[in-house]
Each structure stands twice: as C-alpha cells, then as structure tokens.
C-alpha cells in the first residue's frame, strides 16, 4: 500500500464479534434505536443543527466507492481509498453551514424532501466500555423540485456511537451504497 492509499483509507472499524452483541430487548439496543431514529428525524426535518450536536467531535465520515465483480471477487468490492464522501468534524460543519447559512448551496436549494427508513439494526459491544458498533440497513427516499418521481438510495451503515456525558454521539460512521452507479444526481444529502 502507497503513502497515499494510507492517508486516504479510513480508519479500521473495529470487528464484529457476534458473541458482543446486545439482543433487541435490552434496553441498550432500544437507546440505540431510538437514537437512529431521532437523527433520521432531524435529517428529514432539514434540522442541521440539531444533527450536528450528535457528531463527535473526532468523527470520520465515510461513503466509500462501490464496483461490480464477480461472485468470487466479492470481498473487492467497495473501494476505501476512493470515495464519495471522507470528511471529519469540521468539513462536515462546513456543509452543513453552506446549505444553512450561504446562497451557494444550489444542489440543496430548494432542499431535497427525503425519508430515511432506518432498519435492521444490530448493536455489539466494542472493547471499549463507552463505545458501540452498530451495523444498519438505510433506505433513503429523495425527491427534489416539482418532480413526480424519487430516488431510492438503499445503505448498508456501520456506525460506532460514543457515550459522552450521559448521551450517544456518532464517533465513525460509513455508509456503503449499493449501487455502483449512484442514481440521484448528487449526494448533497447526509447519509
């Protein structure tokens, strides 16, 4: 691997070890899904702000590339040192005061009505007492202007949530699409 495939592939997700995981009746799984469900919420609401106080301030945002191969090349599928989005707190906060707070937001203006249908969610515990792994499936319906039709953008997420201070805040998160060719004409929209 080249210096510059280093810089540019995220950070290793821990692994998921399935004797870790929290069964869907533990009140932990319940926080969690509840909190998953609060964030699509505010994303749909276009209410940013609110979005933006659930990131760690160390977060690492990632949609890496996704390509078709072969069955027995399935492992290569995603890309991680090419992607649609890699950001961290502060480009995140950029975005998010670009479509808040400037004109120049024109692929977000006027905003873009979306659905996130947040849904097979397992949590597992990680090796550290504060943090979580959780693994989702997204599915993102987008409509923009007067259109008569949507985008469906279907997910697969993994995020690790961080308890500070009493709440969950998302510490990394990667969102892999399943579509090798995105079909919306823009990702101006949070994942």
């Not at 191969?69 to 961290?88: I, L, S």
């Not at 906060?93 to 996130?116: F, H, N, Q, Y």
């Not at 969610?121 to 007492?129: A, H, S």
């Amino acid at each position: 691997m080249t210096t510059l495939q280093r810089v540019l592939e995220p950070t290793p997700l821990p692994p998921t070890i399935r004797a870790n995981r929290v069964g869907s009746g533990d009140p932990l799984y319940a926080e969690i899904n509840d909190f998953l469900i609060d964030e699509a919420e505010l994303l749909d609401n276009l209410d940013l702000s609110g979005w933006s106080k659930l990131l760690a301030k160390d977060i690492e945002y990632n949609v890496p590339l996704r390509l078709t191969k072969p069955f027995r090349e399935a492992n290569g599928t995603v890309v991680r040192t090419v992607q649609h989005m890699h950001d961290n707190y502060d480009s995140l906060m950029l975005r998010v005061k670009r479509i808040t707070d400037t004109r120049s937001a024109w692929g977000e203006d006027p905003p873009s009505r979306t659905r996130r249908l947040v849904t097979n969610v397992r949590v597992f515990k990680t090796d550290r007492d504060n943090e979580y792994k959780v693994l989702s499936y997204l599915l993102i319906t987008r409509n923009r202007f007067d259109f008569d039709y949507f985008d469906l953008i279907p997910c697969e997420r993994t995020d690790i949530l961080r308890r500070v201070d009493g709440s969950l805040q998302i510490a990394r998160r990667e969102v892999v699409v399943d579509q090798a060719v995105i079909g919306t004409p823009n990702l101006g929209i949070f994942l």
